[in-house]
């Protein structure tokens, strides 16, 4: 994997080097890429922190290579990360958009992180038939609907099952562990987020086992890194950080 830190991550990862004291690994969300966090980094690498966004295993290829990925793939390269950060800098924060939220409670189960940045975290998804993702992925490999609107940084024509499955493992894994988390955690979610209800942001609130300080922003994206109150997220997880890193 290729990181430059100049390139706006829609193929490979993405770089800022900063304070040695401190960084934070930002993971994009299930069918995502570096691109929908580029904007969140640069805010915070501009803080003084060193900013890594991994493209994560699978993406920006094709269905088939995410078909050969479980949750635990995910996740070990998500701590490949995290421990070559950890190697440079005294504190290593993680923040995670969506699915990537997901994974970024699940390294905080793994490692000792200085604290969390979850961004429309899903503990659950709106649409109640993923519930069977895991078991349908073999017979079921497609799901005739595209990933992201047209154009979109990462998009797939149809939907890969058991991306949706592996995820549907992960939320279990974490949903089961949230009192054992006691890293200081920032939850932002839209109130009309059409993947993942905003429930999940008000359950991290009331079950994570350390502080949380929790942000509803009034909005019907999704991918609230990229909306239009991605300066006023920028600015609150800056101020969160400087706090708790």
């Known amino acids: 994997m290729r990181h430059r830190g100049t390139v706006v991550g829609e193929r490979e990862g993405i770089d800022i080097p900063g ?18 966090l580029h904007v969140l980094g640069g805010q915070i690498a501009r803080a003084g922190y060193t900013v890594r966004i991994p493209l994560l295993p699978g ?39 969506s699915a990537g939220g997901t994974m970024a409670l699940d390294l905080a189960l ?3 992180v200085a604290c969390l940045l979850l961004y429309a975290a899903a503990l ?37 099952v058991r991306a949706v499955g592996e995820l549907v493992i992960g939320m279990r894994r ?5 009192g054992e988390i006691s890293a200081p955690a920032f939850v932002a979610h839209a109130t009309g987020d059409p993947t993942v209800p905003v429930s999940s942001a008000h359950r991290l609130a009331r079950e994570l086992g350390g502080p949380v300080e929790l942000l509803v922003l009034e909005s019907v994206r999704h991918a609230i890194t990229a ?5 006023r997220l920028g600015d609150a997880s800056v101020a969160f950080l400087r706090q708790h890193v």
């Open 227 to 231: 909306d239009v109150d991605r300066e």
């Open 110 to 112: 793994r490692r000792p």
């Open 19 to 36: 304070s040695p004291d401190a960084a934070v690994l930002l993971l994009h969300g299930l069918f995502g890429t570096p691109n929908e």
């Open 124 to 160: 659950s998804l709106r649409h109640r038939a993923t519930a069977f993702a895991p078991y349908l992925w073999r017979v079921v490999p497609r799901w005739p609907r595209a990933t992201a609107p047209l154009g979109a940084p990462g998009r797939y024509e149809r939907v890969p």
């Open 59 to 97: 993406r920006a290829s094709s269905p088939a290579a995410l078909d050969r990925l479980a949750w635990e793939d995910w996740m070990r390269d998500a701590v490949r990360h995290f421990d070559d950060l950890a190697a440079g800098h005294r504190r290593v924060a993680v923040a995670g958009l």
């Open 174 to 178: 974490v949903r089961s562990r949230l």
